[in-house]
């Protein structure tokens, strides 16, 4: 075999497993550590927090997985009691793009009924994804107010 063949064959297969781990990662939420608590406030989302937990979206004017972001956060706020979604724009808001270290759109942050940011996703998350992280957000804040 000639090098030019194993070349494109190492591309190939370097290629497989970089979108691989890209569509492994995209869209799952993280944690954050308990040291590294940034907090949202009602003014900068430009209305009120969630009762029980805040979806905050930042999206983009000509993303498309950002419209797929809204319909399901959308969804989801319907289901749970208490869930407010909001969507802001991360060209209009690059100082709390910045303060939050938000790389790309769409990217999901999960607040809790304080603002504190408990989940965030890069991508499209799924919606069990989405209950699931608004679970452990109302979930950690009724184990504080229950150690209060």
């Known amino acids: ?19 691989g781990l890209k569509a492994w990662v995209d869209g799952r939420f993280r944690g954050k550590s308990e040291d590294d608590v940034e907090r949202v406030t009602a003014a900068e989302l430009g209305g009120e927090l969630g009762e029980r937990a805040t979806l905050l979206q930042f999206s983009s004017a000509f993303c498309a997985p950002c419209r797929a972001t809204r319909r399901t956060l959308v969804e989801v706020e319907g289901m749970v009691d208490g869930v407010r ?13 910045r303060r939050l270290d938000i ?12 603002g504190a940011v408990v989940k965030r996703a890069s991508g499209a998350p799924r919606k069990p994804d989405v209950i ?13 107010r229950a150690a209060t």
């Open 85 to 97: 979604h909001v969507e802001l724009d991360a060209e209009s808001h690059l100082e709390l793009v």
């Open 132 to 144: 699931a992280a608004l679970a452990v957000a109302i979930e950690q804040q009724n184990g504080e």
């Open 1 to 19: 075999m000639s090098l030019g063949l194993w070349v494109l064959v190492g591309a190939v297969a370097a290629g497989l497993v970089l979108s």
């Open 103 to 114: 790389l790309r759109t769409p990217t999901t942050l999960v607040l809790d009924s304080t």
